[in-house]
């Protein structure tokens, strides 16, 4: 048996190694791509590295212990991503570290590696430890190892393990082991079957939505947003008709107007629900919208109070939403954020807010969208339209992010650090932020796709969405193959340029990142060019 200072050696030595091509029956420490490029009483450890087969710790020697994977490891290493604690995962190196999913979720001194594992920061070489060099990514990885395949020559791929490795779909793998859609070689059981690693398909079913639109018809929406131009009430009402319509098919929208009218008594009330939350309801909304006039006062409070009386709301089955349009501040005494919070965020609604032209309460209406759940990325959180072509982008926006784009699981995750989700065969990034990706919400008991992984989910009846629960297992996965890849939208995680649809695959996603220049919204990973950047997409 190897001890431990040995073993570390000859993991040093099979990282040097080119996996590509070798069918010999490899030594402990040895790389592999399955079983069968082990010797006979060798397995194959997650971290497709040989070492003794084992079904316990007594087959193994003193300092070492029988991984999850079957192997012998150090009683301080890994073999697979269950030998270590919840929120680590295993090294390429055999050892555990902090996993994350995604830009940000390493905390400030760290980055996140395609691999999900942290890594300290770096500018220069000088800022990580001997045999380490500065990775692309920003975050120090070993000397042969990798952050993202720009670290790697030629047309090498940065694997989910930090390693360059050839792409699978030119050079092949193995025997025993398959080409994944993301070009590396999807490792294999001693037997040369597919992996298990104790993964786990999650069953979950997709969340249709419910948009409840509280409609502020105040007398102020009677003026032009620009001198001499159309009234804020004929801009709004026409950006409402077109979204409604075009969206009719696949969002149950309702209708609410708000004052219930002009007079003393009813200016500060809200009207009863003009149009029920139901399917096709664009025409009825239409009518509704045509059938009155602005007029009134400003009760917001008083509107999100009666939102979240609207019964078909409180509809567990599906995903809810408030869209409170306004283009004033509360003149009724109201509180809208506590409305937010206790009348609709604390029964699952959640309330995206827009407002339209230049006198609203900025304040007030950012503190109601992180109220309702749904601050945006970046400032204001809420959606401010000062023109016709802007309100109608942030309608279009919060539609696209009621496509259902939440998947509901049959149960919950015991740990939801070891949640794992694929689309169309390519592994995910969790995003907090919700920018791009996903995200679990434990309340909820589901996943949510947040950018152009939320239109594909949503608007692509195709599209492959695969939940692992326990590792990382991608031979649990469904791949969209229509057109021989997984062809992911914009914001999507992936490893080359020929996983995604617009052929840009840039820092690990689809499309430029916030802040680039752009011309159009296709080349924004999240969809979204503004004045020659690219944006935050919807939230």
């Known amino acids: 048996m190897l001890h431990t200072s040995r073993w570390f050696s000859v993991l040093a030595f099979a990282a040097a190694l080119t996996l590509a091509g070798c069918t010999c029956a490899g030594a402990i420490g040895a790389p592999c791509q399955s079983g069968v490029d082990c010797s006979p009483t060798l397995t194959c450890l997650d971290t497709q590295t040989c070492a003794t087969r084992c079904a316990d710790d007594s087959n193994c020697a003193s300092d070492e212990k029988c991984s999850a994977s079957k192997g012998c490891v150090p009683r301080t290493g890994c073999g697979a991503d269950t030998d270590c604690l919840s929120g680590q995962a295993c090294t390429s190196a055999g050892t555990c570290a902090q996993s994350c999913q995604g830009p940000g979720s390493c905390g400030s001194t760290a980055v996140c590696l395609q691999s999900g594992t942290c890594t300290a920061k770096c500018t220069t070489p000088a800022d990580c430890a001997a045999g380490e060099r500065c990775s692309t990514t920003g975050g120090c990885v070993p000397g042969t190892g990798c952050g993202a395949k720009e670290d790697c020559a030629g047309a090498q791929l940065c694997d989910s393990l930090g390693r360059c490795v050839n792409d699978c779909r030119t050079s092949g793998c193995n025997p025993g082991a398959s080409c994944g859609a993301n070009g590396q070689c999807l490792p294999a059981s001693p037997d040369g079957g597919a992996s298990t690693c104790g993964g786990e398909l999650f069953q979950a079913q997709k969340v249709n939505s419910n948009m409840y639109i509280a409609f502020d018809k105040s007398g102020s929406m009677n003026d032009p947003i620009v001198n001499n131009g159309p009234s804020k009430w004929d801009i709004a009402t026409a950006a409402i008709k077109q979204v409604t319509q075009q969206y009719d098919a696949q969002i149950q929208f309702g209708l609410g107007l708000f004052p219930a009218g002009g007079t003393t008594a009813l200016r500060c009330e809200a009207a009863p629900t003009a149009v029920t939350v139901g399917d096709r309801r664009g025409a009825q909304i239409a009518t509704a919208l045509d059938a009155v006039a602005p007029g009134g006062s400003t009760p917001i409070g008083a509107v999100l109070i009666s939102a979240g009386n609207v019964p078909e709301l409180v509809d567990a089955t599906r995903a809810n939403y408030v869209m409170l349009v306004t283009d004033g501040t509360e003149t009724c005494n109201g509180n809208g954020v506590q409305a937010a919070t206790n009348n609709l ?45 802007g309100l109608l982008a942030a309608f279009n926006l919060i539609a696209q992010g009621a496509l259902g784009c939440e998947y509901r699981l049959a149960s919950a995750p015991p740990d939801p650090s070891k949640v794992f989700v694929y689309v169309n065969g390519v592994l995910q990034n969790r995003d907090v932020s919700h920018a791009n990706g996903w995200d679990y919400s434990p309340a909820t008991v589901r996943i949510t796709f947040y950018g152009g992984l939320c239109n594909l989910v949503a608007t692509d009846a195709s599209a492959k969405v695969s939940i692992v629960y326990g590792c990382r297992d991608d031979s649990l996965t469904e791949v969209d193959r229509r057109d021989g890849g997984a062809r992911l939208p914009n914001g999507s995680a992936c490893t080359v340029n020929g996983d995604c649809a617009n052929n840009l695959c840039s820092v690990g996603a689809c499309g430029l990142p916030v802040g680039s220049n752009c011309t159009n919204n296709d080349v924004c990973s999240t969809g979204v060019c503004t004045n020659g950047k690219c944006e935050a997409g919807i939230n």
């Open 345 to 389: 965020a604390m029964k699952g609604i959640k309330t995206f807010v827009i407002g339209f032209g230049g006198q609203v309460d900025r304040t007030n209406l950012a503190d109601i969208a992180t109220a309702g759940g749904t601050p945006r990325a970046g400032t204001p959180k809420y959606y401010q339209a000062d023109d016709a072509p």
